[in-house]
Every structure is written in C-alpha cells, then in structure tokens.
C-alpha cells in the first residue's frame, strides 16, 4: 500500500501563503502524474493541482494564478506553493496520483490509499 505524507498546512491570515510538502516513498515516483486535492467541511474533495510526469501543470479555476504545483523527484516530492490565500482555500489538503491533465476531472486517483492530510485554515 502505497503512503502519503503531506505537511505544511497551518493557520494564515488572508493573502498570506503556505508551502505544502507530499512524500511518497517506496515508489517509481518519476512515472507518476501527481495532484492536490483539497476537501472543504460539507463538500467533495476536488482536485486542484496537478503536475504530469513529464511536468505539465494544471489547476482549478479557483487557484489559477495564485498556486503553484512542483515536484522533485530525487526526493520523490511533490509541493504546492499558495499565495494570495482566501477564507475559501481553508480545507485539508492531500496529494494523490493523477491520471490524465483534465481539472476538474472523472479520473479516479492513482493510488487507493490516502494520507492524513494537512489542514490549511483561512482567516482574520
């Protein structure tokens, strides 16, 4: 079973940012699309980022411009830089596989498994 280790999350003032971190040990990270997800109290989690393996970025209308998806795959690591952070953003985060490039999409996530997240809290 595959683990995922995100950090990073935290309390922040709006238009404050946040560096998010997701390891993923044990697996050829190199092959894999990854993505964020996010999960907001009361609604679904949504994808919002995501960086192909060949390092093609996407993200959701609501974070266009102000996130930015990275990896590192020496450290099998994907991040998610946030600037300019809105009450709107406040949701656990998790990283997860992506398949294909689409936001929002039908896609299932790559693994079947998920981490414990990192809470990313928004306010004054």
């Known amino acids: 079973q595959v683990q995922l280790v995100e950090s990073g999350g935290g309390l922040v003032q709006p238009g404050g940012s946040l560096r998010l971190s997701c390891v993923v040990p044990?697996?050829?990270?190199?092959?894999?699309?990854m993505g964020w997800y996010r999960q907001a109290p009361g609604k679904r989690r949504e994808l919002v980022a995501l960086?192909?393996?060949?390092?093609?970025?996407n993200y959701a209308d609501a974070v266009q411009g102000r996130f930015t998806i990275s990896r590192d795959n020496a450290k099998n690591t994907v991040y998610l830089q946030m600037n300019s952070l809105k009450p709107e953003d406040t949701a656990v985060y998790y990283c997860?596989?992506?398949?294909?490039?689409?936001?929002?999409?039908?896609?299932?996530?790559?693994?079947?498994?998920w981490g414990q997240g990192t809470q990313v809290t928004v306010s004054s």
């Open positions: 997860n596989g992506v398949r294909g490039t689409s936001i929002p999409t039908t896609n299932l996530p790559t693994f079947s498994s």
């Open positions: 960086i192909t393996s060949g390092g093609t970025t």
């Open positions: 044990g697996i050829i990270f190199i092959t894999y699309g």
